[in-house]
């Protein structure tokens, strides 16, 4: 998809469909900007006969005879004093997946004023690429949407946005990327094929690799991690990807949960549990690695970044793991498994000490951790732990800009009570009140405490049951533009 800026009016503009914004209590002088497509009178009566105002999310389509644009879609903004950029990106969507049938050229036309240029062309260009995105791999005959070939934001200085455009579609390619992986069935992702993805990306993008095996991870005392690798069949991979510019000023650790199928092992996931989507277990993974292709495409200076996986499935045979066993993580630290199901901060727990060990400045997980963050925040907001409020600034700043939901969530340390054992260091699980919390102090405890660190609960955000906004059903790739923008303003904060 070519996505540009044209600096023209609506007037000189052809192409096979436009999508046009319209405020609310405003209708009347709008119309008069499109007079040279549609006779205004013709409009003024479509827009009454429907009772279209400009109201938020409110749409209406024009098919055209004649002309040099074969349909227009009008989306309502709602009131100009209220506007945001979240508008302008629903509002794309909107239109877009009225246009799915018509190729060639999109025309999309907006009251840009309002907000910095380049924000918006990459917000509403991202959003008309990233809801057109269908994955039909494993269909046995897949029927391709038609797809819009090129799309231009009329009225939007070329200029001043020739830069943001040009990162629109590395960056969604990496929320393809993302999505792909969490779609994929885990009888074709499995732990080694995750293995092979990176290996890929390594050698399209000249970025460095390790790939841990079973007995590397054993020799560097990852007891955690291989403890519940145990009940599969399949070997697990530590994958460590680097990407390293000249003179980097930054060090920071990219690391996702990468459970590539979770059965919950002998604490078996029943009832509501929907053990048939865990293939999604490891969105977390898919989302760093999702920013290691787009990271690797745009080559942000000063920067250095890892990309960690702990890849494995969680299952059951005779060697898996028991509810009650007593494990060591890398760090020396004892732990007590009370629940089999809670296997995600087990991997994560040896991958935070390998990446500390790397000395970053900041180190950030991405996680399908806890049906209780799902509960506390809905499915479109992610939870975020951190006691570093610099890093919770950036990382908020992050996801607003990608319009992803996120919202800081408490460290309480009394609770730290709640994964304390009296037999080992600590247990894998808290009580069930405030169990997301918990689950972040766990983490915490395989941290340096000189060291930033953030953890974000995906499990909520990771897929969608229907077509929500940017993303159509299925997998999402959330986090990939949070920490792509993350990693972006670190690099030029050193510039």
């Not at 794309?92 to 246009?99: F, L, M, N, P």
């Not at 296997?343 to 790397?358: I, N, P, Q, S, W």
């Amino acid at each position: 998809m070519q996505i540009s800026a044209v600096s023209k009016e609506i007037k000189e503009w052809s192409g096979s469909a436009l999508i046009a914004g319209v405020l609310e209590g405003e209708i009347e002088s709008q119309i008069n900007l499109f007079k040279t497509i549609i006779k205004d009178t013709f409009l003024s009566k479509r827009f009454n006969d429907s009772k279209f105002e400009g109201k938020k999310s409110q749409k209406l389509s024009i098919e055209l005879i004649e002309g040099k644009i074969k349909k227009v879609i009008f989306v309502g903004l709602g009131n100009a004093e209220n506007l945001r950029i979240n508008d302008l990106r629903k509002a794309a969507v909107i239109g877009t997946r009225q246009v799915s049938s018509y190729e060639n050229k999109l025309g999309i036309f907006f009251p840009w004023d309002a907000f910095d240029p380049s924000l918006a062309a990459c917000a509403v260009g991202e959003a008309i690429r990233l809801s057109s995105i269908k994955d039909l791999r494993f269909k046995s005959e897949s029927k391709e949407p038609t797809p819009i070939n090129e799309v231009e934001l009329i009225g939007l200085d070329t200029k001043s946005t020739k830069s943001a455009i040009a990162e629109i579609n590395p960056i969604c390619e990496g929320v393809k990327l993302a999505r792909e992986l969490v779609s994929a069935p885990p009888n074709f992702l499995t732990p080694y094929q995750m293995a092979k993805e990176a290996e890929k990306l390594a050698n399209d993008y000249d970025l460095d690799l390790k790939i841990l095996d079973k007995k590397e991870c054993e020799d560097q005392g990852m007891g955690a991690y291989l403890a519940v690798a145990k009940g599969s069949d399949l070997e697990p991979n530590f994958i460590h990807l680097k990407y390293s510019p000249k003179n980097a000023k930054n060090k920071v650790v990219l690391i996702g949960k990468g459970l590539t199928f979770d059965s919950g092992g002998y604490n078996l996931k029943v009832g509501a549990s929907q053990i048939e989507k865990m293939k999604y277990d490891m969105g977390g993974s898919a989302s760093v690695l999702g920013a290691a292709r787009v990271i690797a495409e745009l080559k942000p200076n000063d920067t250095e970044v890892h990309f960690i996986v702990a890849a494995c499935e969680n299952m059951i045979n005779g060697s898996a793991l028991h509810p009650g066993d007593i494990i060591k993580a890398s760090n020396g630290k004892t732990i007590e498994v009370n629940n089999t199901d809670a296997e995600g901060r087990l991997t994560l727990a040896d991958a935070l000490v390998y990446a500390c060990k790397l000395e970053p400045d900041a180190i950030v997980d991405l996680a399908t951790l806890t049906g209780a963050c799902v509960i506390a925040l809905g499915d479109e907001i992610a939870g975020l732990w951190t006691d570093n409020d610099q890093l919770s600034e950036q990382l908020t700043k992050a996801a607003g800009k990608a319009g992803e939901g996120i919202w800081r969530m408490p460290m309480q340390d009394s609770y730290k009570s709640g994964i304390k054992s009296s037999i080992a260091d600590l247990q894998n699980t808290g009580p069930r009140p405030g169990s997301s919390i918990t689950a972040a102090l766990f983490l915490k405890e395989f941290v340096n405490s000189s060291i930033p660190w953030a953890h974000i609960d995906i499990a909520g955000t990771c897929w969608t049951e229907k077509d929500r906004g940017i993303t159509p059903k299925g997998a999402t790739g959330y986090g990939v533009r949070t920490l792509v923008n993350w990693i972006k303003e670190l690099s030029l904060s050193n510039n």
